[in-house]
């Protein structure tokens, strides 16, 4: 199951419409020494993919992701101080934990502030 904010939604709305852009949102797996993180990407969807529309937005993940996932939820957090990342962004998030990598910065399931 994938769930985007509104929030996020309308980020990624707008983002779109400024690069003249009409491609569904990947979610995606990424591994580096820092742990596994989830990402977003402009891609098509494949026979192996759940595509998911919410608030005008589609959302396309591999259903092995979701498997070994369980729900992402995807919200945008505006840039605050004191955060301790550099500023705001998109939050990806899993229901549960990633692993992979070679490394623990993120591996309680969520990347972002």
């Known amino acids: ?34 742990g596994m993180s989830l990402n977003l990407v402009l891609d098509q969807a494949g026979e192996a993919d759940q595509v998911v529309r919410q608030h005008d937005v589609t959302l396309v993940a591999d259903r092995g992701l979701l498997d070994s996932t369980g729900k992402i939820t995807i919200d945008y957090r505006e840039a605050t101080s004191g955060c301790g990342c550099g500023g705001g962004g998109f939050a990806v998030s899993s229901e549960k934990p990633l692993s992979g990598g070679c490394g623990s910065s993120c591996n309680t399931g969520s990347c972002g502030c």
């Open 1 to 34: 199951m994938i769930e985007i904010t509104a929030v996020a939604a309308d980020k990624i709305k707008a983002y779109l419409a400024d690069n003249k852009a009409d491609s569904p949102i990947r979610v995606m797996a990424q591994s580096s020494c820092a």
